[in-house]
């Protein structure tokens, strides 16, 4: 991880909707490299702050950066330097493997030798040269995982963003899916993750915990469970929830 190149900038970054404040003067700072958990129970504003940052959503105030582009005025430059993958994935079941790389491919504006240089790559890199023919509904929900994330960063962007993208699969597939992560941002890709899994959150370089909006908690797994004097992130977010309960007892 570099700690000097910042990649994602935000300070003071809030969105309201009508008199409900989902997130609520936020700020933090990702660097090239580094992978950033970015954990908080449903409803936490952890999604809308993503929406914020991919240029899905206007913020109402506050300044952030990514990949050097303003949310409020680039949001479409944003949009062709990022990778995204959702929690649903993001591919089409009625298409083959072979189709949906080079559908992400051409989204991203590669060339048709680009589109071919990557596509027999990733099918050879996951293992799927046997499946490039195959519809994508006939695929494991592993592999489907494994292409998702790999269309996701098709065109190099420097910053990926994944929402929950291990949700429902087995522990294995999971810990094989960190391994392209780790793979990523080792060459200089920064990841930015959400999840659910508090044993996941221990492979981030660093995690912000985001409670009503706010974010409670921000610094690496090993920190955090020395301040909050806990064995795991499990124990650490239990005592944030517990906190924010008894405020309101």
Same mark, same amino acid.
């Not at 303003?70 to 072979?98: C, H, R």
């Not at 504006?109 to 990557?118: A, H, M, S």
């Not at 810990?175 to 508090?198: D, P, S």
């Given at each position: ?134 519809? !994508?509904?006939? @695929?494991?929900?592993?592999? /489907?995982? +494994?292409?998702? #994330? ?8 420097? =910053? ?54 706010? !974010?409670?908690? @921000?610094?690496?797994?090993? /920190?955090? +469970?020395?301040? #909050? ?8 977010? =239990? ?11």
């Amino acid at each position: 991880m570099n700690n000097n190149k910042k990649v994602i900038e935000v300070s003071g970054l809030t969105k309201r909707f009508g008199n409900f404040t989902a997130v609520d003067k936020i700020n933090f700072d990702v660097y090239e490299g580094e992978i950033f958990g970015f954990l908080g129970a449903n409803g936490a504003g952890k999604t809308t702050a993503m929406k914020m940052l991919t240029g899905l959503l206007s913020p109402t105030s506050g300044m952030a950066l990514v990949a050097g582009f303003d949310v409020y005025k680039q949001s479409e430059q944003i949009k062709m330097n990022i990778g995204y993958m959702s929690q649903k994935f993001s591919l089409y079941e009625d298409l083959t493997v072979a189709e949906n790389i080079q559908f992400y491919a051409g989204i991203y504006g590669l060339t048709d030798k680009q589109i071919k240089e990557k596509t027999d790559f990733l099918l050879h890199k996951l293992g799927l040269e046997d499946s490039r023919n195959e519809l !994508i509904k006939s @695929l494991p929900l592993g592999w /489907k995982q +494994k292409l998702s #994330f790999s269309v996701a960063i098709i065109h190099d962007p420097s =910053i990926v963003f994944l929402d929950e993208p291990t949700g429902g699969v087995d522990p294995i597939t999971r810990r094989q899916f960190w391994g392209l992560i780790y793979e990523a941002a080792e060459n200089k890709r920064t990841i930015f993750v959400t999840t659910h899994y508090m044993d996941e959150a221990e492979y981030c370089d660093r995690i912000s915990i985001m409670v009503d909006g706010r !974010i409670e908690a @921000l610094d690496s797994p090993s /920190k955090l +469970k020395e301040q #909050f004097n806990s064995k795991s992130m499990n124990e650490v977010f =239990i005592q944030l929830a517990r906190k924010n309960q008894n405020q309101f007892v």
